[in-house]
Nanobody
Framework: QVQLVESGGGLVQAGGSLRLSCAAS????????MAWFRQAPGKEREFVAA????????NYADSVKGRFTISRNNAKNTVSLQMNSLKPEDTAVYYC?????????????????WGQGTQVTVSS
């Protein structure tokens, strides 16, 4: 069974930075894309960022483009999300997800393994 564990969440002031990490373990086969989604209270889960197996092609939600950076280390089976210039609207539970394909998508339904989430709270 594939396990994804997020870490790095917490409380940060607006304008600050935070780095989230996701460690994958267990049964992992072949190439896999990774993504970050987030869900605020009472809201639908939304796409944040994704990265292909190659580590080169990435994709970001418009709301975070230029502020967030996704990266991965395949040797360590980890993916990170560097979040800069954080805003109160970034407050949400952030989830790490894995897809059994080397190519990313923006849709949660395309991912087959999820972490439990890590809370990010940005105060003003």
């Amino acid at each position: 069974q594939v396990q994804l564990v997020e870490s790095g969440g917490g409380l940060v002031q607006a304008g600050g930075s935070l780095r989230l990490s996701c460690a994958a373990s267990g049964r992992i086969f072949g190439d896999f894309a990774m993504a970050w989604f987030r869900q605020a209270p009472g809201k639908e889960r939304e796409f944040v960022a994704a990265i292909n197996w190659s580590g080169g092609p990435t994709n970001y939600a418009d709301s975070v483009k230029g502020r967030f950076t996704i990266s991965r280390n395949n040797a360590k089976n980890t993916v990170s999300l560097q979040m800069n210039s954080l805003k109160p609207e970034d407050t949400a539970v952030y989830y790490c997800a894995k897809r059994s394909s080397g190519l990313w998508t923006r849709y949660a339904r395309d991912y087959d393994a999820w972490g439990q989430g890590t809370q990010v709270t940005v105060s003003s």
